[in-house]
């Protein structure tokens, strides 16, 4: 499944879109729009996929996603599935970077915006304390109507711009293609790693997604991620077993086992590799009562069948 294109609707009285979204989960699929979004996670957990980038997502989440960027919030399966109750909360802003026209994007005083901007087509999400301010401004935007709420806007993004708490969420070599013709095979093949990384995913199958040889589909992978497949496969299983221990209390054996493992030493190996410490140490970081999790586990609430 290839990332589908979706229209905004739009009002002709309305230059910049805001949703305060209230509904059961999130359900919008693997999907981009030529509208840049700021999105404030007020109630929800789940995996964001955000180009090439994977991570947990809690709440209080804020970030802001460039233009034609292919992203999916995919709530915890804990949210409910009945459309009478609402599971989860999220305030979201949509623009065309077009609003603020050539002239003006290009004054001295908007230059951090601009940077911003580009720096959003890897995706970039906010943390720290950064991240309690920014959502405190969303808020009082929303309170607000008209004029008050561009000129909040153009604040909010000067805000982000100036604040030095944030990560990436997908790679350089990623946000190059977006623009380019590579953009929907290497997006195919993406999109098939997320959806069956707990699986045995071969290379050769893979492969066969970009009709690539495996030695040449290699070097093709490393040009645009900067990482090797295997990496980047051990490093989606490996965030998915975190989620799973911490917060499912799946043990460490079963964990690794439904997050795509078939040797609990190799697991260990590269949960160790990837943290620096092994899966018992950073449980305990987690302050996660280890004896709870294994009698959790005894009694047959969790099995590879759920």
Same mark, same amino acid.
Request: a neutral charge; glycine letters at 4%.
């Given at each position: 499944? *290839?990332?589908? +294109?979706? *229209?905004?609707?739009?009002?002709?009285?309305?230059?910049?879109?805001?949703?305060?979204?209230?509904?059961?989960?999130?359900?919008?699929?693997?999907?981009?729009?030529?509208?840049?979004?700021?999105?404030?996670?007020?109630?929800?957990?789940?995996?964001? +996929?955000?180009?090439? /980038?994977?991570?947990?997502?809690?709440?209080?989440?804020?970030?802001?996603? /460039?233009?034609?960027?292919?992203?999916?919030?995919?709530?915890?399966?804990?949210?409910?599935?009945?459309?009478?109750?609402?599971?989860?909360?999220?305030?979201?802003?949509?623009?065309? *970077?077009?609003?603020?026209?050539?002239?003006?994007?290009?004054? +001295?005083?908007?230059s951090a915006i601009k940077a911003l901007i580009e720096k959003s087509q890897r995706g970039v999400q906010f943390t720290g304390r950064s991240r309690q301010q920014l959502g405190n401004l969303i808020r009082k935007i929303f309170r607000s109507e008209g004029i008050e709420r561009i000129t909040g806007l153009i604040k909010l993004l000067d805000m982000m711009a100036k604040s030095e708490e944030f990560k990436y969420h997908s790679s350089l070599g990623y946000s190059k293609i977006i623009s380019s013709y590579d953009f929907f095979r290497f997006n195919a093949i993406h999109e098939y790693i997320i959806t069956n990384?707990?699986?045995?995913?071969?290379?050769?199958?893979?492969?066969?997604?970009?009709?690539?040889?495996?030695? $040449?589909?290699?070097?093709?992978?490393?040009?645009?991620? /900067?990482?090797?497949?295997?990496?980047?496969?051990?490093?989606?299983?490996?965030?998915?077993?975190?989620?799973?221990?911490?917060?499912?209390?799946?043990?460490?054996?079963?964990?690794? $086992?439904?997050? /795509?493992?078939?040797?609990?030493?190799?697991?260990? *190996?590269?949960?160790?590799?990837?943290?620096?410490?092994?899966?018992?140490?950073?449980?305990?970081?987690?302050?996660?009562?280890?004896? $709870?999790?294994?009698?959790?586990?005894?009694?047959?609430?969790?099995?590879?069948?759920?």
């Open positions: 499944m *290839k990332p589908f +294109y979706q *229209k905004l609707v739009t009002s002709p009285t309305q230059s910049v879109i805001f949703y305060d979204e209230e509904k059961p989960h999130f359900t919008v699929p693997w999907h981009f729009h030529p509208e840049i979004e700021i999105l404030y996670v007020v109630r929800s957990s789940g995996i964001c +996929y955000t180009g090439d /980038g994977i991570h947990r997502f809690t709440e209080g989440e804020i970030s802001i996603i /460039g233009e034609n960027v292919p992203h999916w919030w995919k709530s915890d399966s804990r949210f409910p599935e009945q459309p009478s109750r609402s599971g989860i909360r999220a305030l979201i802003i949509q623009f065309k *970077k077009e609003i603020f026209e050539s002239n003006f994007i290009n004054l +001295y005083e908007m990384f707990t699986k045995d995913v071969r290379l050769e199958d893979v492969a066969g997604k970009a009709n690539m040889c495996p030695t $040449a589909f290699c070097r093709y992978f490393k040009k645009h991620t /900067g990482r090797t497949f295997i990496s980047f496969i051990n490093e989606l299983r490996i965030g998915n077993a975190c989620k799973l221990m911490v917060e499912e209390k799946y043990p460490v054996n079963i964990a690794s $086992a439904e997050s /795509g493992f078939n040797n609990l030493a190799h697991f260990n *190996k590269m949960f160790k590799r990837y943290f620096n410490l092994s899966p018992t140490d950073y449980l305990r970081a987690h302050d996660l009562d280890l004896k $709870a999790i294994k009698e959790y586990s005894e009694v047959g609430i969790i099995s590879r069948n759920d």
